[in-house]
């Protein structure tokens, strides 16, 4: 089974362009959350998503937004580029809520660099 | 406000020895933790989950504990190998269902052939 797909893997923006990253979960993972890694922290939330609505907001500006598809695939999207937006954006996906078993899968992660 | 803290940042140790790295959190009422490993410039691995309802949790080489009242957790790998190196992340869920984990910074460990 394919685990959690990132795309693209790296790129590279200009400030004041918009971004969109894309992930697929896990098959039969209905939640997928978003998380932000800037070098030498920890990951940072910023969106999750279960059944295709919004479950979750982390302390993020409102450049960021993200949406999930009825595939349960999702995009994460950033308008306005700063060069502080800069980092490693990760993608987990879990199983569907409720269940005893929460364990988060990552994927690969998207290297976004703004210039 | 949860916060986790991992200690030490950054370790460095010959190959075979054994080695704990440490986690903890300020708030008890945690669902469940997780320990991730995270190699340069790549995604998280999940390397064990272990429930708030359990002491600890076995894969391998690698052994977590969870002290739930106490706010720590152990992941102690025995007889290290330099494919361990990586940074290793600890990170907790705060209640059940949909909820975003909370990371620590991490530990940089390097294993020294």
């Known amino acids: 089974d394919a685990g959690v797909t990132q795309s693209p893997t790296h790129l590279i923006k200009t400030r004041g362009q918009h971004v969109t990253l894309r992930c697929s979960p896990i098959?039969?993972?209905?939640?997928v959350s978003w998380y932000q890694q800037v070098l030498g922290q920890g990951p940072q939330f910023i969106f999750q998503y279960y059944e295709k609505e919004e479950r979750g907001r982390g302390n993020f500006p409102d450049r960021f937004s993200a949406r999930q598809f009825p595939n349960y695939s999702s995009e994460l999207n950033v308008n306005a580029l700063l060069l502080g937006d800069s980092a490693l954006y990760l993608c987990a996906s879990s199983p569907w809520a409720g269940t005893v078993n929460t364990e988060a899968f990552f994927g690969q992660g998207t290297r976004l660099t703004v210039v | 406000k949860q916060e986790v803290t991992q200690i030490p940042a950054a370790l460095s140790v010959p190959e075979g020895e054994n080695l704990v790295l440490n986690c903890s959190f300020t708030d008890s009422a945690i669902y469940n933790l997780q320990w991730f490993r995270q190699d340069p410039g790549k995604g998280l691995t999940s390397l064990l989950l272990?429930?708030?309802?359990?002491r600890e949790q076995t894969s391998g080489r690698l052994n977590a504990s969870l002290d739930k009242s106490s706010g720590r957790s152990t992941l102690y790998i025995a007889a290290s190998q330099p494919g361990d190196s990586a940074t290793y992340l600890c990170?907790?869920?705060?209640?059940?269902?949909?909820?975003?984990?909370?990371f620590g910074k991490g530990t940089r460990l390097s294993v020294i052939a």
């Open positions: 098959s039969g993972h209905k939640s």
């Open positions: 272990i429930q708030s309802s359990q």
């Open positions: 990170a907790v869920h705060g209640r059940p269902g949909n909820t975003p984990l909370v």
